[in-house]
Structure formats: structure tokens, C-alpha cells
């Protein structure tokens, strides 16, 4: 008898999200790149206040300097590739605002 009334309730058909494949695609592109641009931008930083503090020698200071150009680029580049532009990257959070700093 329970079976029966449990067999009542659960629909016959499974209910189905209906999405678009290159949409999925271009948003988890979008979230990925968006978390790597957030890391970059907060590595960033922590290198420019390493700097001023002068914990860094002058050899560490352009090594740091040429990495975050070469990894600034590949977020171009990865952004192209995408069809993302900056901005794109910048998720609204809301009453918190954008998530990364405007530019």
C-alpha cells in the first residue's frame, strides 16, 4: 500500500534543465577566469607592497615584475580566446559590489 502512494507522487517524467552547451561552457569559462584574475590581481598587490618595503632584491624584483606581465597576458589572451573582456570578470556581488577593483 505505501509503495502505491509513494508511486502517486513521484512524477512519471524526471524533470529536465533544458541548457545550452556553449552557454555552460562560456560561463564556466567566465567563473574559472574570473577566480584566476582575482589571484593575479591579489598576487599583484602583495608583490607592490613586498616591493616597498624593500624585502626584495633587485633580481626577485624583476622576476616578479616580468611573471605578473607574462601572467597578464595570458588572461588576455585566455580572455580572446573566450569572447570575455575585463569586465566580464567582474561579478556584481550585490549589495558588496563588484568583486575585483575597477580599473
Request: hydrophobic share 40%; aromatic share 0%.
Amino acid at each position: 500500500m505505501e509503495s502505491a502512494r509513494q508511486a502517486d507522487r513521484v512524477p512519471s517524467r524526471r524533470l529536465r534543465i533544458e541548457a545550452d552547451r556553449e552557454a555552460v561552457e562560456r560561463d564556466l569559462s567566465r567563473l574559472v577566469l574570473t577566480l584566476v584574475e582575482l589571484i593575479r590581481q591579489l598576487m599583484e598587490r602583495q608583490c607592490i607592497r613586498r616591493m616597498e618595503q624593500g624585502d626584495l632584491s633587485d633580481e626577485q624584483v624583476e622576476v616578479l615584475g616580468l611573471t605578473l606581465m607574462r601572467l597578464e597576458e595570458a588572461m588576455a589572451e585566455l580572455c580572446e580566446r573566450f569572447d570575455l573582456t575585463p569586465a566580464d570578470l567582474n561579478i556584481d556581488l550585490g549589495p558588496l559590489g563588484p568583486l575585483l577593483p575597477r580599473s
